[in-house]
């Protein structure tokens, strides 16, 4: 089946630092690449949609500033969160949409991240 | 009122046990539906659409009420191995983005 990767899966980092997460297809063409954030016993919340080639497409109440997208390629997309604090911590997913056949979203294994 | 909504559980069944969960989604332009599994700090794993006509894999079953905006995931014969998070997902169509419900927890024992 399809593969989508991670990385990296995970990361400590310090208060006011950046930290960029990468998203790779590795056996398929995804125009289309989302973003997830999921808190502790709480659902996954759709942070962005990535679209090669355009700017992306932020949901209600995420800073495009903070949470920046790249999707430069068919097969990688990157979230880059900004002067993170530690509210950020999260358990961050990505998913990828094929552009051709089976058009359903492969999901990455996920990226936690904390804060200190 | 948020868009998916399920029942939290957790549902402690015994191995063997058939276990259904419910879910409702708000909003009635959805077009396609959902369940994923996710175990414990893991990425969620689709395990089955959901279709009109309901459809069954295995020792699953799905069941979609489009006038009741109501969806149903059965299992039966449950193993240990199902034990995790079952998530109820909604597209509504628009740019394909999913809306996850909350899930609900299923711990199978011997």
């Known amino acids: 089946g399809a593969v989508v990767s991670q990385h990296p899966s995970w990361v400590i980092c310090k208060s006011g630092t950046s930290v960029k997460i990468e998203c790779r297809s590795l056996?398929?063409?995804?125009?289309?690449m989302f973003w997830y954030r999921q808190f502790p016993k709480q659902s996954l919340m759709l942070m962005a949609t990535s679209n090669e080639g355009s700017k992306a497409t932020y949901e209600q109440g995420v800073e495009k500033d903070k949470f920046l997208i790249n999707h430069a390629s068919l097969t990688l997309s990157t979230l880059t969160v900004t002067s993170a604090h530690p509210e950020d911590s999260s358990f961050y997913i990505c998913?990828?949409?094929?552009?051709?056949?089976?058009?359903?979203?492969?999901f990455g294994p996920g990226t936690r991240l904390t804060v200190t | 009122r948020k868009e998916v909504e399920q029942d939290p559980g957790p549902f402690n069944v015994p191995e063997g046990a058939t276990v259904a969960f419910n879910c409702t989604y708000s909003n009635s332009a959805s077009q396609s539906f959902f369940w994923y599994r996710q175990d414990c700090r893991k990425e969620p794993k689709l395990l089955m659409s959901?279709?009109?006509s309901g459809n069954e894999d295995g020792r699953f079953t799905a069941q979609l009420n489009r006038a009741s905006q109501y969806i149903s995931l059965l299992i039966r014969d449950s193993k240990l191995s199902d034990s995790a998070t079952y998530l109820c997902v909604v597209n509504t169509g628009t740019a394909s983005k999913l809306t996850f419900g909350t899930g609900t927890r299923l711990q199978v024992t011997l």
């Open positions: 959901v279709y009109s």
């Open positions: 056996d398929f063409q995804a125009t289309t």
């Open positions: 998913s990828a949409r094929a552009t051709s056949g089976k058009r359903e979203q492969y």
